[in-house]
């Protein structure tokens, strides 16, 4: 039962996070209508900043506060050079532009941070645990990690839905050319999208480097999964990716909890361990391609002009 | 096609009889290195050119097609792996199962359009990719040696460098005839017809779904028997040969030779892998020039090298 629990709130922890990384792309896609696959990048690039942040200032809260402003300037600063000039081309040439940057940026970490991951270390009172309700520990860490993340989430809705910004980021989404007309700088309005969602994903990234090492690449198996939320998601939605993310996390990591036990009820205990790691991790490709099977525009399905 | 006299025919018609002529210059040099190296090119410029034929003339922008690599190359792989190295059973077995493959994925994915199938494509790669490093018989994420290449009877034989270079390179050339005439049919111009307006298609009477289809089928294919060379190469198979980011290499070479083109991929095959090859004498770090440049080239050279070459061809003539 407590085991039930804890692969819950794992479960919950790493939808959440999935989440921050999935509304950043699932808004540009929105608003800009760019495919950026550069997007893994910049949780890369906010990981290794936090650690490197944190090394310096000597605090964690410190570092992550300088990793996620260093993120949004690096974000603007991509979207200003290149990412502007992609806007209105096709969805092949986004593919490939930001494919080259992926390049560039994982060239560039090995030759600043080496090729070898770096660890971010946790301050004492985040490496402990909680008891949650009797007789129940779980990680403080992971803890601090849904509360962030919900906190992010809530911004992020109050910003989208209840300021003037937010306002004419959802105009833009529904019709840029006349939101432009109306006297909007377009321009700037792109820029600080593509900010935000570049510090989000800093975010999920620096929140990450704790637990897993900022390593080269980290950025490209993450940024598959914030895909494939966005497309269950219905691309350009942001309550659609919320409930994406959720529901992929708990698939996910629930399946690779208790997939291979359910396995070995109904195979041989051989093929029960030679199939079950491939099948938990397939599971969520698999319930990404009946989604689009039957619903092929996502569960929540955003309406264009 | 035409025989006029242009940079661009110059050009095309250089690179393929300089590839033709290359066992003879290894010969003369000794630089044994070259070859290698061009037999690499030429088996993914196959892949690329399989590729092209959905994306540039089709329209279907897969981002999967790493996939039938993988599928090609592990069922050698794993023919081998039980015992099997006649190449009559392993080559038709690995096409058939490339050919499943993409039935299955075409059929399910030529449902959605757009960035729609970019992803589903994506996704049916990754499954794909994950159940392969899944497998522990057969290596999984370690990958699998190839302990002998493909058998066939006496002439033909695999392990003679030069023997398979050619080969390669045939069945390169035989593609790129197949898909010059595919393209050119009528067929080819239903595909063709459903790109750039898939209703109107539909409209005057064909049902574009299964054109469509067929084509996902040829070109998944054509990939596969990239595939079984690639695992003949190598003599090794791993589920990186299939990873997202081979997807992506191939995509790069589409567009950098130019989509729709059909000599286009083979062009853009050589250019990429000859451009990291000096890339990577002169830094260790050459992904940082080659990303850049990348993006260069689809903000500033639409249509790619070719598309360049036909541009300065129609400069000489005016």
Not at chain 2, 218 to 238: D, K, P
Request: hydrophobic letters at 55%.
């Amino acid at each position: 039962m407590t085991l039930l629990i804890e692969q819950c709130l794992n479960g919950l922890q790493f939808g959440l996070l999935l989440f921050l990384l999935a509304a950043g792309l699932t808004l540009v896609f929105g608003i800009m209508d760019l495919v950026n696959l550069a997007h893994g990048s910049l949780y890369m690039v906010g990981a290794y900043f936090a650690a490197t942040f944190a090394a310096w200032t000597g605090s964690f809260v410190f570092g992550a506060v300088l990793a996620l402003a260093a993120t949004l300037v690096v974000g603007m600063t991509v979207e200003v050079i290149a990412m502007r000039r992609l806007y209105g081309r096709d969805h092949l040439d986004h593919v490939l532009g930001t494919f080259g940057l992926i390049l560039f940026f994982d060239e560039a970490v090995r030759m600043i941070w080496g090729p070898v991951g770096i660890s971010l270390p946790l301050p004492p009172w985040l490496n402990t645990s909680v008891q949650i309700l009797p007789g129940f520990q779980y990680s403080a860490y992971r803890l601090a990690i849904i509360v962030v993340t919900l906190a992010a989430a809530a911004f992020l809705n109050v910003l989208v839905m209840h300021t003037r910004v937010g306002m004419l980021i959802r105009a833009g989404a529904s019709n840029r050319e006349m939101v432009g007309a109306l006297g909007v700088n377009i321009k700037l309005l792109f820029t600080l999208v593509f900010g935000l969602g570049a510090a989000l994903a800093g975010l999920a990234g620096l929140m990450q480097a704790p637990m897993l090492t900022a390593q080269i690449g980290m950025g490209e198996n993450i940024l598959i999964l914030a895909f494939v939320i966005t497309v269950i998601g219905g691309i350009g939605s942001i309550r659609g990716a919320f409930v994406a993310a959720l529901f992929v996390g708990f698939v996910d990591t629930l399946g690779r909890a208790f997939f291979p036990d359910l396995m070995r009820l109904m195979l041989s205990k051989d093929a029960a361990a030679t199939a079950a790691p491939a099948l938990s991790s397939m599971l969520i490709y698999l319930l990404m391609a009946i989604v689009l099977v039957l619903r092929p525009e996502g569960l929540f399905p955003v309406n264009k002009r | 096609m035409s025989a006029t006299f242009n940079v661009r025919n110059v050009v095309v018609r250089g690179l393929l009889i300089a590839l033709l002529l290359l066992p003879v210059y290894v010969g003369l040099s000794g630089d044994r290195f070259v070859l290698t190296l061009f037999t690499r090119i030429i088996i993914l410029a196959l892949a690329a050119t399989s590729l092209n034929l959905i994306i540039g003339n089709g329209g279907m922008m897969s981002f999967g097609h790493a996939a039938y690599l993988g599928i090609g190359g592990y069922a050698v792989g794993i023919l081998a792996r039980e015992g099997i190295f006649n190449g009559f059973v392993q080559w038709p077995v690995a096409l058939g199962a490339s050919a499943l493959f993409a039935l299955i994925v075409g059929a399910l994915s030529l449902r959605t359009r757009g960035v729609h199938f970019i992803m589903i494509t994506l996704a049916f790669a990754q499954m794909a990719y994950y159940v392969i490093a899944g497998i522990a018989r057969y290596g999984g994420d370690d990958g699998l040696t190839i302990y002998r290449r493909s058998q066939f009877v006496a002439p033909l034989d695999l392990s003679s460098k030069t023997q398979f270079y050619y080969l390669c390179l045939a069945l390169l050339y035989a593609s790129i005839y197949l898909i010059w005439r595919l393209v050119n049919s009528r067929f080819g111009m239903v595909i063709q017809g459903a790109r750039s307006n898939d209703l109107r298609m539909r409209a005057i009477g064909y049902p574009t779904y299964r054109y469509k289809l067929v084509c996902f089928v040829i070109a998944g294919t054509l990939c596969g028997l990239a595939g079984v060379l690639l695992a003949n190469y190598t003599e090794f198979v791993s589920p990186s040969i299939m990873y997202w980011t081979r997807s992506g290499d191939l995509i790069i070479m589409v567009v950098l030779g130019g989509m729709g083109s059909v000599l286009g991929p083979l062009i853009g095959a050589v250019a990429l892998l000859v451009l990291e090859e000096l890339l990577s004498n002169i830094t260790e770090y050459w992904q940082i020039i080659l990303g850049p440049l990348l993006l260069l080239v689809v903000l500033f050279a639409r249509g790619g090298v070719d598309g360049l070459l036909v541009k300065s061809s129609a400069k000489v003539r005016s």
